[in-house]
């Protein structure tokens, strides 16, 4: 017969307290497990989880269903004030040359209104290779997200002894171009600025400057002539307008001949305008998704 159970005896077993030892060991193990994890990924996509973290840990996690951002829709520049604050003082010191642009696919920056590249040709000005070392530095070395560059010309056609077959090859020219300074130019230039950083492993000049980051992509004359189309359209219908009133005999001969003047004017005009405007360069960094 079994024997009685004795007052006041306890049930053997672990103390409660090693309840919530365990669990806390258990958590210190998913822990050092989701660090050694996130050791095999892009720095980029680490930053993004520190920021979830971060912002996780001051009572703001974001959240999709309560209407906020998830981490890979937060902007990329914007959100870094450093990075943000110094294009913003090299716009100022080129007078608006730089503009930023927020995308659904990332950050797009402008390089515009200088002559980057010498006439029918994807050399380099040295007043590009100016600016886009500084714009480089900033950008390359504080973004390891993939950097797309867009190549433009305007929609004159190329010389008959021109060793680019179409605007579309030298658009892709002048894109692959920019890609090229980045990685041997500047490249070169920041590893003697910064030999000690890389001496002694504060800089890791292999992984900003990594060529599978850049992304060359010729643009050609696509832009501009889908422009000027919208242009000619817009004066053709002004045009037959004013054809419709002089036959009508509401304006006189002079007054067509004046306006008429005045939209070849404004075409000349707007196409001198666009011709400027894409004279420019396009760097998109694009946004990593977690």
Known sequence: MAEKKKVGEEKKGAPHWMTT??????????????????STISPGKFQ???????????????????????????????SKTGVYRELMRLSEEYKGKIT??????GTLIVLKDMVFFETGSARLTAEAKELLAKVGQIVIEHTVNVLEVYG?????????????VSNWHLGAARAASVVNFF??????????????DIRLGRFNVELFYNPDRFYP???????????????????????????EKLRNGEISRQTWEREVERLNSRYSEELERLRREFRRIDILIKREKV
Do not use: C, H, W
Not at 100 to 105: A, L
């Open 183 to 196: 990685l041997t130019e500047l490249k070169e230039k920041r590893v003697l600025e910064r030999a000690v």
């Open 152 to 164: 433009y010309t305007d929609d004159r056609p190329l010389p008959p002894d021109s060793i680019y």
């Open 100 to 105: 930023i642009e927020e995308r659904d696919e």
């Open 21 to 38: 030892y365990g669990d806390m060991v258990t958590l210190l193990l998913t822990f050092f497990v989701a660090l050694f994890a996130m």
């Open 217 to 243: 992509v010729g643009v050609g004359d696509r832009e501009i002539l889908k422009k000027l189309k919208t242009l000619k359209d817009e004066l053709e219908a002004e045009r037959i307008l004013l054809n």
């Open 48 to 78: 993004q989880v520190a920021v979830g973290i971060r912002l996780a840990l001051t009572g703001n996690p974001p959240s999709v269903l309560m209407g906020g951002k998830s981490i890979n829709e937060e902007p990329l520049i914007t």
